[in-house]
């Protein structure tokens, strides 16, 4: 074909907020977008700026796309929502987060003490209703074709999107990717953990060449892609010193 590998990358805008990345996904006709989160604070006015580079406005967005609930990438859902007029798509079982009401249990706890303070001091995480359910599989119309990748463990309804044309994988808060520093998020974060390896195996037999998660320090798939495999053999080799007798 011909085509650079990495043309992609021209197609998705970053919107750096202060703690995670959300996207702009740029449909191939260039006339409208998709947002892949929502962040926190400050991003709404960089998601309106990166529009109007584009030539495009907020009503130009035809979706929001939703990897999960929590509040670094569900606060401004609601704002989202009335200023695009698009609708949300996300798995059902991230409404309990959007609305707050997750029932956190041992030390998951301290994630919904986390948000509670993040609510009250930003004034983000206004209720929001999802209007398309997703579930694993689901081919969605948009950037040339996504199709919703389920990954529990972060949180129930967790997912990645995948985009089959351009082999690139935006896998979410399934691991976060920063120089030497890249590992899945903090245990308090991960309301069921024991579904993460299941969910880790699934997202490397799918063998995406390019993957984005939501936090990262530079918009470079294959790199992420390699920090995700070193993760994945610093974790077997952990499990493997673990199961050795010792001597
Ligand atoms: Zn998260
Ligand atoms: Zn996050």
């Given at each position: 074909m011909g085509r650079n590998a990495n043309d992609w990358r021209a197609g998705v805008r970053t919107i750096r907020g202060v703690m995670g990345v959300c996207h702009l996904l740029v449909e191939p006709d260039g006339r409208g977008a998709v947002l892949l989160d929502t962040g926190l604070i400050g991003e709404p006015r960089q998601i309106r700026r990166e529009l109007r580079k584009l030539?495009?406005?907020?009503?130009?967005?035809r979706a929001i796309l939703l990897t999960h609930g929590h509040l670094d990438h569900a606060g401004n859902l609601a704002w989202a929502k009335a200023e695009t007029g698009a609708p949300i798509f996300a798995h059902a079982a991230e409404q309990a987060h959007i609305d707050g009401t997750f029932p956190y249990r041992g030390i998951n706890r301290w994630c919904g003490r986390l948000e509670r303070a993040g609510r009250a001091l930003?004034?983000?995480?206004?209720p929001a209703k999802i209007d398309v359910t997703i579930a694993d599989g689901n081919e969605l119309p948009f950037w040339g074709g996504l199709r919703v990748v389920h990954l529990p463990?972060?949180?129930?309804?967790h997912c990645g999107f995948y985009s089959v044309r351009h082999d690139v994988l935006f896998s979410g808060d399934l691991f976060d990717s920063y120089f030497f520093l890249a590992g899945?998020?903090?245990?308090?974060?991960?309301?069921?953990?024991?579904l993460l390896p299941a969910s880790l195996e699934k997202a490397r037999r799918l063998g995406a060449r390019f993957m984005v998660p939501?936090?990262?320090?530079?918009?470079d798939g294959a790199l992420h892609r390699q920090r995700f495999d070193a993760m994945l053999l610093r974790k077997a080799r952990r499990r493997a010193d673990r199961a050795r007798p010792a001597v």
């Open positions: 030539g495009l406005g907020l009503r130009d967005v930003l004034g983000v995480g206004a463990g972060h949180t129930l309804g899945t998020a903090a245990p308090i974060l991960n309301s069921a953990p024991e939501q936090h990262y320090d530079v918009l």
